[in-house]
């Protein structure tokens, strides 16, 4: 064994533990960290021929990249739709990595039993039946991916072919339709062979981001051949519901495969008061939900729900003469991209065994009371311009006055020590959004974004008309 390795092999539980108290300063500085430290990036330097330890590589990631990282994990970080860390979620991916195990295979079945398990819980926590069977994947994205990957095959079978075996181009030109899809499900429609001009604009409802359900019959009926609906549970600009209700109606009469991207929109089902917004997603034929998002467990984490998993395994099957037949219940190798990958599911095992339902349900209801006594900052401040209600747990607002893009990004800029507000485009207007889904938010944290925001209007040049 190389010396460094067998030094760092003997004292290993010291070492370990001045990662863990590393880790436990990073965390107490959270609140004081810029949430986004701007410039503080390090050049690249070239691989070392001699490495030093593990002590001296840890001291080598403070000095030179950790003054560089976002407070990501903290409870300010409001761009994109971005989850923290829960405690029970942090020790979980510590232990996921300490056992290292590839659930693939049930040559060496716990791991994979714990996964399926942990699925079994999500079922229960998202309110759907058993009808759904699902897979842990790295992301959102992937998730879709899978979801559409199984559609592909769904096409297939109506048109008497099979894109596994034959290739996407056996089914001809495909049909995506869609209101407000993600910009990944291009993505996935790129990747999958399908082709990103697959994808079908479908109007929405007049100042909605949600399909509206008469275009998309009108849609429906002009194509010939199956297609796919792609069901939107929580737009990322202003967090719309599509009406899942009237899309499986429309299923019962034109026969299509209703995928639905609920990323972070099926948490709403914790939250009595908003869980109607995602009434009928169970009659999805494949669902995505992210984890690393509201689950707040780290990445990269996602699940991937189906109805139809002999068309998944159709799809993935990694037949090998050591990995085990497909079978009733095939392993988990024939049924996602990847082979072999970590266990992903025991930060979400964890996490859910420690806080249960409940703990949930509180995250996504102090969340979405944050991101109202923020809409309301937003709606009642002369300066600002509130563009959506807040239905869920996005504030989506623009400047009242002269909004462009560039003023925008520097009232971001202006206000980014004490949050991240990410930039986007609704309804043709530049705007910025703040996503709350972070497990620390407080009603504080809220007081606190809302001043600087306030103050950031009031120190834009040509700012704020006078009130
Ligand atoms: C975040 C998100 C995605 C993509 O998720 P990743 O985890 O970044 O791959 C897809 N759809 C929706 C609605 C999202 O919010």
Not at 361 to 378: L, S, Y
Request: hydrophobic share 45%.
């Amino acid at each position: 064994m190389h010396p460094l390795l067998a030094a760092d092999l003997e004292r290993l539980p010291d070492l370990l533990e001045d990662a863990r108290r590393h880790a436990v300063a990073f965390l107490e500085g959270l609140d004081e960290r810029p949430v986004v430290p701007l410039a503080r990036t390090p050049a690249a330097v070239p691989l070392p021929a001699r490495g030093d330890g593990l002590s001296a590589a840890l001291r080598g990631f403070a000095e030179r990249w950790e003054p560089g990282l976002s407070a990501g994990a903290g409870p300010r970080y409001l761009g994109f739709v971005t989850g923290g860390v829960t405690p029970a979620a942090l020790a979980g991916d510590w232990l996921t990595s300490t056992v290292d195990q590839n659930p693939m295979s049930s040559l060496d079945p716990a791991g994979q039993l714990l996964e399926r398990e942990t699925v079994g819980w999500l079922r229960e926590l998202f309110g759907l039946s058993d009808g759904h069977e699902g897979n842990f994947v790295s992301g959102a994205t992937m998730s879709n991916t899978v979801g559409l990957a199984i559609a592909r095959e769904w096409l297939g079978e109506r048109l008497g072919v099979s894109p596994a075996e034959d290739g996407a181009a056996a089914l001809g030109p495909v049909r995506v339709l869609s209101g407000s899809p993600h910009s990944s499900v291009a993505k996935t429609l790129s990747m999958l062979g399908l082709g990103r001009s697959a994808l079908v604009p479908v109007a929405t409802l007049p100042g909605r981001e949600a399909v509206d359900p008469a275009a998309l019959e009108r849609a429906l009926r002009e194509g010939a051949g199956p297609c796919v609906v792609v069901a939107n549970a929580g737009t990322v600009n202003t967090v719309d519901f599509d009406d899942v209700r009237a899309l499986v109606a429309l299923r019962e009469k034109y026969g299509f495969w209703l995928h639905v991207d609920a990323a972070f929109g099926a948490f709403a089902a914790l939250s009595p008061a908003h869980a109607h917004l995602v009434d009928g997603v169970d009659a999805a034929d494949s669902l995505c939900v992210d984890l690393h998002k509201w689950l707040n467990v780290p990445y990269d984490s996602a699940v991937q729900f189906t109805r139809r998993r002999d068309l998944q395994a159709r799809v993935f099957q990694n037949a090998a003469a050591y990995l085990g037949p497909l079978g009733d219940t095939p392993e988990a190798v024939h049924l996602t991209p990847e082979n072999s990958r970590r266990l992903r599911a025991l930060t979400a095992w964890l996490t859910l065994r420690a806080y249960g339902r409940d703990g949930y349900r509180e995250i996504v209801e102090r969340c979405a009371a944050c991101a109202h006594t923020m809409g309301e900052a937003v709606a009642a401040h002369p300066g600002l311009r509130l563009l959506a209600p807040v239905r869920l747990n996005v504030v989506c607002f623009t400047l009242a006055e002269n909004p462009t893009a560039d003023r925008l990004a520097a009232l971001a800029r202006e206000m980014s020590d004490t949050a991240f507000l990410t930039p986007t485009v609704y309804a043709g207007r530049p705007a910025l959004r703040a996503a709350f889904s972070n497990w620390r938010t407080t009603a504080d944290d809220t007081e606190r974004v809302i001043k600087a925001l306030t103050a950031a209007v009031d120190a834009l040049p040509g700012g704020a008309p006078a009130s």
